[in-house]
């Protein structure tokens, strides 16, 4: 089944839908999200804050950053953070964003490949349409289930549902969950297809309510990070670490100006699940 694409199916299929009017669809979910996205941050203000605490940094820069160390930190954000999302330290919470984020992009980009070039019958689209919901389907569930915060620091019942909360989990897991369903079933125009434009409809049309526009701000803020801890500003945190005689001479209690750097970590014996 898995080298068999629904898409072609329900283009030849009797009363089916034309590649066109896939075309117009999936034209208007891109819409949709750049009209969501742009609400949602005029809504919160994100993208006023972005700028206004990028300009107040450069005021607090200790030293300059030339074109060669900028693009060399743009090059360790992609490479580090959005490739790699480096930002997860626990090494199966990585895994599953990872899962998550690479079948949610393999998963569309088929979709839109054999949508829009290949005429959906293309064997090796077709199996990275495959791959990319299974992935997605695994990453979502796994997270849904192991490491919502509500179910991992609260825990509450992973069934405990709020729609607005959790619109985008829900809908990433019934966008991938339908899809294979409905390439199982070989049902072109039946029930699942309904599923299936029901799940991608809330999807991309729930940006404005989730936290699917956070993929596009997130690069941004990573960059900003580490360009802030380049030139010095650093958002008025710390800039050396505890070991430093300067950072050390920074304690008022005489009894951790020379305490071991081991000291403390007893807290890393249990796993935090509460906030």
Partial sequence: MI???PIHDLAIAVNGISYE???T???????LVIVMTIADMIHKKSAKFF???ASAAKKNAVKSIDTGEKIGIAVSTVAVDVVASGEFKNP???IVHLLTMYGFILFNAATAVMIF???GDSAVWTIIWHVGAIMLAIGSI???FVFKVDVASEGNSPFNISIRRDAFSLSLMATSITALIWSYSGNAMGWELALVVLSTASLFGGVYWSKFSHMFFKP??????RVRKADGSAENLPTITRDEPEQQKRHSMSLLVDAPMDMGLGIKREEPRHY
């Fill in 220 to 225: 941004f803020a990573a960059y900003d990070k």
């Fill in 51 to 53: 700028f206004e605490s």
């Fill in 142 to 144: 796994w997270f849904w």
């Fill in 3 to 5: 080298t068999n694409t």
């Fill in 117 to 119: 070039s290949t005429n």
């Fill in 92 to 94: 199966v919470r990585r």
């Fill in 21 to 23: 009017t896939m075309q």
């Fill in 25 to 31: 669809y999936v034209i208007v979910m891109v819409a």
